[in-house]
C-alpha cells in the first residue's frame, strides 16, 4: 500500500459554513444557551475571509486515492 494520507469518509461534502450550522443545531438540541443564533451565520467566500495567512480556495477532502 503507498504511503500518504489517506480520507476516509461517506459521499457528498460539507462547507466550513454546513460544518459550524451543525454545531450550532446540535448545541441548541442539547440546550446550550447561545450567544449567536444559527440564522446569524453567514457563509462567505474564502477571498472575503480577512486572514494573514494565504487560503486555498477549495479544502474539501478527496476520496481519490481509495
Not at 8 to 18: F, Q, R, Y
Not at 28 to 53: E, M, R, S
Amino acid at each position: 500500500m503507498p504511503l500518504g494520507i489517506y480520507q476516509l469518509a461517506p459521499t457528498g461534502e460539507a462547507s466550513w459554513h454546513g460544518i459550524a450550522c451543525e454545531i450550532f443545531r446540535q448545541a441548541t438540541a442539547l440546550g446550550v444557551d447561545l450567544a449567536i443564533a444559527l440564522d446569524n451565520v453567514a457563509a462567505i467566500p474564502t477571498a472575503d475571509y480577512l486572514a494573514p495567512a494565504q487560503r486555498i480556495l477549495n479544502s474539501r477532502l478527496t476520496l481519490g486515492k481509495l
